[in-house]
T-cell receptor, first 114, second 109 residues
Framework: EPEVTQTPSHQVTQMGQEVILRCVPISNHLYFYWYRQILGQKVEFLVSFYNNEISEKSEIFDDQFSVERPDGSNFTLKIRSTKLEDSAMYFC????????????FGPGTRLLVL | RKEVEQDPGPFNVPEGATVAFNCTYSNSASQSFFWYRQDCRKEPKLLMSVYSSGNEDGRFTAQLNRASQYISLLIRDSKLSDSATYLCVVSNAGNMLTFGGGTRLMVKP
């Protein structure tokens, strides 16, 4: 069964450093998403991406964040200058379409900012 | 008011029990409704979509009441493997999923 993959599984970084989290969505999916989950809290939407542009973003997704689809398979989330409060699990998801279509989640990248 | 509200639990039930979870949502414009399951430190996985007419998938039954903005999940004949956190999720016309905080279920032998 096709699945979303994410690398790395864990990332430790110093505050102020840039990090890039990588995702390979399911191959025939057209919509891509990033969510985050701070330890002990709920899953929160960051951004959705379709046709090489952001289609929706939350208040969390400020100028420190950017997304890119650099080639036909990868989808990346960049955090320009990490803060302590960016420590969280970051989940990538993809879906064939929007609305009722199921979003399939990757296993996540656990980011720890020191 | 929280957008999607759930009782965090934990619900501790014996194997074979029937257990029900409820969820309320605040955005009356919400159009799609789901139950996801999340195991400890893992990604959310879709359990089932929820339709206005109610729907059943084996031991799991989901109900939606749009007038009351209320969603429920019933699990019959609980198994040890059902132990997880159950996430109530709603979405608007776009792509953004809004998650509840989850209800933790522990099924004991």
């Amino acid at each position: 069964e096709p699945e979303v993959t994410q690398t790395p599984s864990h990332q430790v970084t110093q505050m102020g450093q840039e990090v890039i989290l990588r995702c390979v969505p399911i191959s025939n999916h057209l919509y891509f998403y990033w969510y985050r989950q701070i330890l002990g809290q709920k899953v929160e939407f960051l951004v959705s991406f379709y046709n090489n542009e952001i289609s929706e973003k939350s208040e969390i997704f400020d100028d420190q964040f950017s997304v890119e689809r650099p080639d036909g398979s990868n989808f990346t989330l960049k955090i320009r200058s990490t803060k302590l409060e960016d420590s969280a699990m970051y989940f990538c998801a993809s879906s064939r379409d929007r609305g009722q279509e199921t979003q399939y989640f990757g296993p996540g990248t656990r980011l720890l900012v020191l | 008011r929280k957008e999607v509200e759930q009782d965090p639990g934990p619900f501790n039930v014996p194997e074979g029990a029937t257990v029900a979870f409820n969820c309320t949502y605040s955005n009356s414009a919400s159009q799609s409704f789901f139950w996801y399951r999340q195991d400890c430190r893992k990604e959310p996985k879709l359990l089932m979509s929820v339709y206005s007419s109610g729907n059943e998938d084996g031991r799991f039954t989901a109900q939606l009441n749009r007038a009351s903005q209320y969603i429920s999940l019933l699990i019959r004949d609980s198994k040890l493997s059902d132990s997880a956190t159950y996430l109530c999720v709603v979405s608007n016309a776009g792509n953004m999923l809004t998650f509840g905080g989850g209800t933790r279920l522990m099924v004991k032998p």
